[in-house]
């Protein structure tokens, strides 16, 4: 099981980004930065909601801040990201693979999905960013082909996105300087 | 001080809800049941952000859960709701006082003003739900008033919003059958 993503962050944030510098860095940290970034520059509003815990026990201490004592990860029933990029809502969600043939499309759960359709429905710009961490490549795959594949595994298709797919459907997102990971130029490109 | 939301509920939901029937419904209840709605008959996707909870310690049992042993609840850097309507991107806060006189401004903090002037900048549709609990008004706000009101706090100025402004700039919501804060209904008058 993979435990939301705030919790990798902070095991594993002190070492991987000291030692690697770049190379090192998560998929959601340089979403993160990129995001940052847009944001400073005035180009989009984009931020990453916060993973959804379910809070069950609280401490109060005398003169100093609440406790969580007992809390679950719950399942998030949207995306993990979304704003708004020149006047339109954007919308998406970012998963990292270690397999080098296929996405297995278990990685995104079937609200997240949901969400995304509708989303689609609505107008909205939505994709998901997919990271195959053994090639160090990025994608863009647009919600229409994700909700291709979801939709055939439905009917007894396979479970997984096959990394050649990507390779002809979805857009490799360039590695530049500031922000390395600049996913609004593809944005750009596709969408308007 | 005020907690987040997300523990208010857990520990008011179930008598309130009960014995009062709608009456004693939460601002936040209220809204979610609108959104829920909203999505339902297709007309919006219109979210809650979950509570930011800053997770400081894990326990993994074997064979169940992870449970969060120590986090702490973390101010939050944008609203709380947003999502797509008609095609375009709405954000908004949602907050109650039981104030009669005004609307204390302390109740929301500089990162959510910064955050809604942001959306506002962008084109996208931007306010504060406000209820005066004691009078059960629930107003829309557009980002263009609260913002007017902050940045004169900020010169020096009152640090809260009169009620009586409420009554003049302000949009009353009305109180409905399905759904009970059918704000959407003002979206429309105000913005398209």
């Known amino acids: 099981m993979n435990y939301p993503n705030g919790l990798k962050k902070s095991t594993q944030k002190g070492h991987s980004q000291k030692k690697f510098s770049n190379r090192g860095m998560t998929l959601e940290e340089d979403i993160n930065l990129a995001n940052k970034y847009y944001l400073a520059i005035n180009k989009a509003v984009i931020h990453k909601k916060p993973t959804p815990v ?14 969580v004592t007992e809390g679950y990860f719950k ?6 990201y979304n704003g708004i990029y020149r006047g339109k809502y954007i919308d998406f ?3 990292e693979t270690k ?3 296929a996405f297995p499309l278990a990685n995104i ?8 359709r509708s989303v689609a429905k609505h107008g909205g710009i939505s994709f998901v960013i997919v990271r195959f961490t053994t090639f160090h490549e990025t994608y863009l795959l647009k919600a229409e082909h994700l909700l ?14 096959p ?6 459907h979805a857009s490799l997102i360039p590695i530049k300087f500031q922000p390395r ?12």
């Open 54 to 67: 379910q809070v069950v026990r609280v401490h109060y201490p005398k003169r100093s801040a609440a406790v």
């Open 75 to 80: 399942q998030a029933s949207t995306t993990d």
């Open 93 to 95: 969600e970012a998963k």
């Open 99 to 101: 397999n080098k043939t």
């Open 109 to 116: 759960h079937a609200h997240q999905i949901e969400h995304i």
């Open 148 to 161: 291709y594949y979801w939709d055939r595994q439905q009917k007894g298709g396979r479970k997984s996105i």
């Open 163 to 168: 990394y050649k797919a990507f390779k002809s």
């Open 181 to 192: 990971i600049a996913y609004l130029d593809l944005v750009d490109e596709l969408y308007f």
